[in-house]
């Protein structure tokens, strides 16, 4: 989407403002002052397994799903191929743009070394070696992790939606399963240790730094793309799927989703004996997406789906209610203005999470209030991005584009 024409479909609307939700908590969560503050608290990851990104890697596929199967079927696998690398491109500027920030300001800011020394690794003293590995994405910093997954995840993305687009989207999703639950009983681990091997051969010490695996986090990006890509194509019926009368899969996602958020309040609380949490660890790898967070996630997905689709046309007074009150939210022309752009206000928000820890360990520990003002004001700065790209609109003589649909 342009930064001249910021208006969005209607059927958009809600997805751009969940995106913008995500980036918000995402920020909420990532920011760092000594000893913690209320604002972190109050987020919907305190209540189960699931956090922002697993959200926001789902709709980063629904929504190319959504967008490029027509392209797909129109243009070819080539031509469409070819803007979806040109994007990658894009991004992975986005990306190396964002290190070279950090790492220059780390010369520069005089607290900003030993703030983001646990962040940044080895990257400061550790020689050109790791910043030639981190332009390959195989040496991450602390939060910079998202954009290079969406990278790999565009590059690989043509041929896996020309397979959507030709019917057989049923092998592409088989395919992604099968790799999660490779990952799962660990067959990757002899190509991790390839990598590592490589890498150690280069600069002594030298291996990978990554928050998720890539090979398990796929199934929640690819399986946003098939069910985009059957939107796209009318292939689904939404408004079937999460009708007010189907209530067995409604039922049995709350179950699940009221079942973990049991098992992490306990957990939190220090309720659960030491021999359940030592055999449900085995399950609980956020770093490769194991059962606890798949499961958790398509329960909630399905939960928040029902109530905003079905939820204002329920019988009960309640759902009603709550369905409404999600879609006045993630209808909020703030929230949807950040998921317009989301991607850049993503490495944005990078850069404000390093320059405040720089300046809470300069000047710290803050005040309670005050980190809750700078994380308010944190919040408000996300827009900023966002605002520079839809400027033309804003400023033109047709207020319309950047307003929103009722």
């Known amino acids: 989407m342009t930064a001249a024409t910021p208006q969005a479909p209607e059927r958009y609307e809600v ?3 969940l995106r913008g939700y995500f980036l918000v908590f995402m920020l909420l969560n990532h920011l760092s002052f000594q000893y913690s503050y209320f604002l972190v608290k109050v987020n919907h990851g305190e209540l189960g397994f699931v956090q922002d990104a697993q959200g926001f890697v789902f709709l980063s596929g629904l929504l190319i799903g959504m967008v490029y199967a027509g392209r797909m079927t129109s243009r070819g696998l080539l031509a469409t191929g070819t803007i979806m690398w040109r994007r990658a491109l894009e991004l992975f500027v986005y990306a190396v743009s964002c290190l070279a920030i950090i790492l220059v300001l780390a010369r520069l800011l005089p607290s900003a070394q030993a703030a983001w020394k646990p962040w940044l690794g080895d990257l400061l003293g550790g020689g050109p070696a790791y910043k030639v590995a981190a332009l390959f994405l195989l040496y991450q910093p602390t939060y910079m992790d998202i954009l290079p997954q969406y990278i790999v995840y565009l590059i690989a993305a043509p041929p896996l939606l020309w397979l959507c687009v030709h019917g057989k989207w049923h092998w592409m999703a088989i395919g992604s399963a099968l790799l999660w639950f490779c990952v799962q009983i660990g067959f990757h681990l002899p190509l991790s240790g390839y990598i590592d091997d490589a890498l150690d051969s280069a600069k002594g010490g030298l291996a990978m730094r990554t928050t998720f695996n890539m090979l ?3 199934i929640v990006f690819m399986g946003g793309m098939v069910l985009g890509t059957l939107t796209r194509r009318g292939t689904i019926d939404w408004r079937g799927v999460f009708s007010p009368g189907r209530r067995v899969l409604m039922n049995a996602s709350l179950a699940v989703v009221v079942f973990f958020m049991c098992i992490k309040l306990g957990w939190t609380a220090g309720l659960l004996p030491a021999e359940m949490l030592a055999r449900f660890g085995e399950f609980n790898n956020r770093p490769e997406f194991s059962t606890v967070y798949l499961l958790n996630f398509a329960a909630l997905a399905y939960l928040v789906g029902w109530l905003l689709t079905a939820g204002p046309q329920s019988s009960r007074r309640f759902e009603r209610l709550v369905g ?26 990078v850069v404000l999470v390093y320059l405040l820890a720089a ?48």
């Open 15 to 17: 997805l751009d403002g």
């Open 216 to 218: 398990a986090w796929q």
């Open 324 to 349: 409404a009150l999600l879609n006045r939210l993630f209808r909020l022309r703030f929230l949807r203005l950040l998921g317009r752009h989301s991607l850049q206000v993503y490495a944005w928000h």
């Open 359 to 406: 300046l809470d360990r300069q000047t710290g520990p803050l005040d309670e209030l005050v980190k809750n003002l700078l994380a308010v004001m944190a919040v408000a700065a996300l827009a900023l991005p966002a605002l520079w790209r839809e400027r033309r609109a804003i400023f033109s003589a047709e207020p319309d584009l950047a307003s929103a649909k009722p």
